[in-house]
């Protein structure tokens, strides 16, 4: 044995050299997919948490002249939303303009019905997102994060109705401990009453509604959305381009039924500083970013991304904006609808029987 050649005990094979040239490419994809999951969540951390605190930061912040028109930052999102999905679709097209209009041409013009589905839940996000910036304008980053949660409840709810899901043990259990969470965050103390010198109690109130109706139409929009895009073989890039068109659309007829006055006296840009534009691409970019978590991670990364952006709202709201005290009842319930929010990803491998709402 120790005098024959080593060729003659493991003979060369082509295809080993082959097989050997695959297996270390699957581990290059498999890492840099590892890459792209971390750096999605990443970013959806720096998103969510940048979003929040720059847009309560602009509708607070006292400056001379008229404050810049809240609808129309959402209309400038909507705008920049499918300029954005455009560039993914030339992408996807090869970066060639002939396919890209082609592709544009076949996927919307020509399936008007199939366009005309996304206006039920495009009207409904831009409502939301309309919300976001009145809940923002009377309540704290922080209070406003862990409330915004009850959107994983609302999603539920929605999703065991519409599209017949099955939510496990753990799942109806977290979204027990997620009420009872945001019902303490809710809870009056005197900190929040000291806080409460530059908000009244009715604009704190306008806050809280206009966040539970923001969660509710989050819900039913998001599962109505999901629906469309299980039922057909359409890209997601060119439904975010559908949905942005009609979001365009509702949004400006928000504009001119609510703001019309005001916009006829100082225009459709009053008021916008670098901070304004800050906000608009922020928002603008958040649907892609949840697209791309959706893609590369999971439930439990995503929540873990959720609970830090959670916390990094509670501390720069403290430090920076001034306009927080957390208390021991805040903190008891941040910490419950962090645990639940970890709890609701959780998928155990022997699963038992599901429950079914």
């Not at 206006?119 to 304008?137: E, F, K, M, R």
């Not at 862990?146 to 999703?159: C, E, G, N």
């Not at 006829?264 to 009053?270: A, E, I, L, P, T």
Request: glycine share 8%; hydrophobic share 50%.
């Amino acid at each position: 044995m120790q005098g024959k050649h080593l060729s003659a005990i493991l003979p060369f094979k082509p295809e080993f050299g082959f097989g050997v040239f695959f297996l270390f490419q699957e581990e290059k994809s498999q890492e840099m997919s590892t890459n792209l999951k971390y750096l999605s969540l990443g970013i959806l951390v720096f998103q969510t948490t940048s979003l929040v605190l720059t847009m309560r930061y602009s509708r607070t912040l006292k400056e001379e002249g008229p404050r810049y028109l809240s609808s129309t930052a959402v209309v400038i999102a909507e705008l920049l939303k499918i300029l954005a999905c455009v560039l993914l679709v030339y992408k996807d097209s090869k970066c060639n303009l002939r396919t890209l209009n082609r592709v544009l041409h076949d996927e919307i013009l020509n399936k008007p019905m199939e366009t005309l589905k996304l206006a039920i839940p495009s009207g409904i996000y831009t409502l939301q997102n309309n919300l976001l910036y009145v809940a923002l304008s009377n309540l704290d980053a922080a209070t406003y994060q862990v409330t915004y949660q009850l959107k994983i409840l609302t999603t539920a709810l929605f999703s065991v109705s519409m599209l017949s899901k099955k939510l496990g043990v753990y799942q109806w259990l977290s979204l027990v401990i997620l009420m009872t969470g945001v019902a303490f965050v809710q809870w009056p103390s005197d900190s929040q009453a000291t806080a409460a010198k530059e908000h009244s109690a009715g604009s704190q109130f306008v806050g809280l509604i206009a966040v539970l109706i923001a969660c509710f139409s989050s819900g039913f929009a998001g599962v109505y959305f999901e629906k469309i895009l299980k039922e057909t073989k359409q890209s997601v890039w060119i439904r975010n381009i559908q949905l942005g068109f009609f979001g365009s659309i509702f949004g400006l007829m928000g504009v001119y039924i609510y703001d019309g006055e005001q916009l006829s006296k100082n225009g459709f840009f009053q008021g916008y500083n670098k901070l304004t534009w800050i906000v608009v691409v922020l928002q603008a970019l958040g649907g892609l970013v949840i697209a791309a978590v959706i893609k590369y991670a999971d439930n439990i990364l995503k929540g873990f991304a959720t609970s830090l952006s959670i916390i990094l709202s509670t501390l720069i709201s403290y430090f920076w904006l001034q306009d927080f005290v957390p208390t021991s009842v805040f903190f008891f319930g941040a910490v419950l609808v962090i645990a639940a929010t970890f709890l609701y990803g959780y998928d155990p491998k022997p699963a038992g029987n599901p429950i079914k709402a």
